[in-house]
C-alpha cells in the first residue's frame, strides 16, 4: 500500500518560515513527479510546486522566490521550505505525487484537492499565516 504522509503546518506569523515535509512508503519518488498543491476555502486547488521526474522544480507565479522544494531521495521524502509566509498563503496543503507522469505541469489548477487525476495524495497539513 502506498501512503504519503506530511508533517510540518501549523500557525506562524507573515513574515514566518515553516517546512513541510512529505514521506512515502511503497513508493519512490526517485524517477517519478511530485507535487505540492493548496486549497483555501472556497478556492480551486492550486500547485504550489512540483517536481519532474528528472529532478527539475517548478513553482507557481505567486511563490516569487520565497519557497523551496527538494528531495531527500535516500530518506524518500520531499520538503517545502516556505519563507516569508503572509496571510495568503493559509491554506490545506498536499503533497501528491503520480507513478506514470514525468511532469505536473499540465495540472496547475484543479477543481479539489486530492483529485483524481493524480495517483497519491498526502492526508493535508493546515498551514495558518497571521497579520
Known amino acids: 500500500e502506498v501512503k504519503l504522509v506530511e508533517s510540518g503546518g501549523g500557525s506562524v506569523q507573515a513574515g514566518g518560515s515553516l517546512r513541510l515535509s512529505c514521506t512515502s512508503t511503497?513508493?519512490?519518488?526517485?524517477?517519478?513527479?511530485m507535487g505540492w498543491y493548496r486549497q483555501a476555502p472556497g478556492k480551486e486547488c492550486e500547485q504550489v510546486s512540483s517536481i519532474d521526474s528528472d529532478g527539475r522544480p517548478h513553482y507557481g507565479p505567486f511563490v516569487k522566490g520565497r519557497f523551496t522544494t527538494s528531495q531527500g531521495r535516500a530518506e524518500n521524502t520531499v520538503y517545502l521550505q516556505m519563507n516569508s509566509l503572509t496571510p495568503e498563503d493559509t491554506a490545506v496543503y498536499y503533497c501528491?505525487?503520480?507513478?506514470?507522469?514525468?511532469?505536473?505541469?499540465?495540472?496547475?489548477?484543479?477543481?479539489?484537492?486530492?483529485?483524481?487525476?493524480?495517483?497519491?495524495w498526502g492526508q493535508g497539513s493546515q498551514v495558518t499565516v497571521s497579520s
Open positions: 511503497g513508493f519512490t519518488f526517485d524517477g517519478s513527479t
Open positions: 501528491a505525487a503520480h507513478s506514470t507522469m514525468t511532469s505536473m505541469q499540465g495540472l496547475r489548477l484543479m477543481s479539489q484537492c486530492p483529485h483524481p487525476w493524480l495517483e497519491f
